[in-house]
C-alpha cells in the first residue's frame, strides 16, 4: 500500500465519522464509500485487507474513542493504559471489517472479465458494507455503532428507515459512494469503464432511491391513538464519582423526590434515568413505594432505572440486573437483556479471570435479563422500556416497538463523559424511532434527555450536565412499519442472500 492509498483510507475512515453526529456532514458519507470503492475494487485480496484496515481503524479511532473517556475517568486507568485498551478495541473492530472486506476482493477477481462485473461489483460492495455492520451487532456481544445510514437520520433517505431501517440505508449509501466513482471514471476522456445497459440500470436504482424519498416522507406506517400525553423526564446530573458512594445515596434520592414533586399532578408520566436509585430494589422498596403514593394521588406514573439483586440457584450466588421498575400507575419491572461489554459484564470471564478485575466498575457483574419479558402497565397503555445500550440495536428495538405504544429509554450517559459518546446515543434513538414509527422517550442522567417523534425529529431536549427537568408531550401509536414487522430479519437475511447469490453467479461464470 502506497502513501496514497494510506492517506485516502485515513480520509475516508475520517469522513464517515463526519458524516455522523454531531458534525452530521452527511454528504462525507457519499465521499467515503466512494474513496472505500476506489481502495478496494479490483485489488489484491491482501491488500484489499490492509486498506479496508486503515479505513476501519481510522472509523472507530475517530468516532469511538469516547471508550478512552469511560476507561480512563470512570474506570480509574492510568493514561497509558487506557490508550492502550483502546487501541486494541478499536483495532479489534477494525479487523471485523476488514474480514469481510477480504472477501469482497475476491469476488472483484472473479468478475474483472465479465461486461457487468462494474455492476455487480457495485451490489457486492453495498451488500458487503451492510454484512459488516450487521456482524458487529451480534458478534461477541455486539458494538453495533457508526452505521453509514446513521448520516442520514435527519436527511433525505431517513424516509426509507420504516420500510428497510438503518440497514437499508446503509446499502443505498456504498452502492451510491460506489456510483458516483464509477460515474465520475466514465465521464473521463478515453475511459474503459463499464458502460453497459446493466451499470445504467444499477445506477437509475441507487438514483431512484434518493428521488423516491421525499414521498416516501408522506406515508403514515403506523397510527397515532388518542389526544396528546405529558411526559416529565427528571434529569439530576449526579456526579458519576459520587452516584455509587453509600454516602451520598439518601441525598441522591431527596434530590430526585424534590426534582418530581411539582410534577405528578401536571403529568401522566414521569421518568427518572437509569440506575437513578443506586442501590438494590427490595431495598429501596419502601421510597420507591412512598414515590408510587405521591404519583397515584396525582393518576401520574413513574418508572425509574434501579439494579435488581437475585440470587442465582444455579451458580448458587447473588447476581444483580439493570432493571427498570414501574410504581403509582405503573406495574411491571424489566431487566435489561442487552449488556454492555466492560461496564456490565466481562466477556469469557471465566477465561480472562483476575486480569479483567481491572475494570472496576459498579455494574461489570450485571446479569441479562430474561429474552422473553412482559411489557410494563402504563395507565391504559403499555411499553418495554430499553435500557441505555438496548436502544442502538435494530433488531431489539423492533421487538420491543412490538409491545409498546411509546418507545422509552433510559440511560446513564455520564460514562460517556465530555465526547461524541451521547451525541451518537441520541442520533441512533432517533433512527430507531423512525424505523419503527413511535416516539421515543429518551431519560438520562447527565443527558441529553429527549422527547423525539415519529419522524425522528427532537420536539424537546435537555443540555448535557445540567440539571434539568425536562417537560414534553407524546402520542401512543399501533401498528407496525415494514421494519417493525419483519424488516428487522428480512433485511439482513436478503443481504447475505445478495451475498451468496453474486458469488454464485460469479463462480458459474468463471467455470
Known sequence: MNLRDAVLAILGGLSLTLSMAPFNLWPLALVAAAILFHLLNNKKPLDAFYRALLFSFSLFISGASWVFVSIHEFGYMPIPLACLLTFIFCLSLALINAASWFTFSFFCNIHTSHSSSRSQSILMFAATGVFTEWLRTWLFSGFPWLFAGYSQTEWVLGSWAPLIGVYGISFIIYASGAGVYVLGRSLQPNSKTDRSLTIKAVLSATLLCWLLAPLIDTIEWSQKTGAARSVSLIQANISQHEKWQPEQLASSLQLYADMSRDEWESNELVIWPEAAIANDY?????????????????????????????????????????????????????????????GEFIPFENIVGRLMKVFNLPMTSMQPGPTHQAAIKIHDWQARPLICYEIVYPALTAKTAQLSDVLITVSNDAWFGASFGPVQHLQMAQMRARENGRYVLRSTGSGISAVINTKGVITARTAQFERETLRGSFYLYQGLTPWGHSGYWLIPTLNIGIIIALYSYGYSRKM
Open 282 to 342: 427490595t431495598s429501596s422498596k419502601s421510597f420507591i413505594n412512598r414515590m408510587g403514593e405521591m404519583a397515584s394521588t396525582s393518576n401520574s406514573a413513574l418508572l425509574t432505572g434501579v439494579p435488581y439483586r437475585f440470587y442465582d440457584t444455579k451458580d448458587k450466588r447473588w447476581r444483580v440486573h439493570n432493571s427498570v421498575a414501574g410504581t403509582g400507575h405503573a406495574e411491571g419491572l424489566y431487566h435489561k437483556r442487552q449488556l454492555v461489554p466492560f
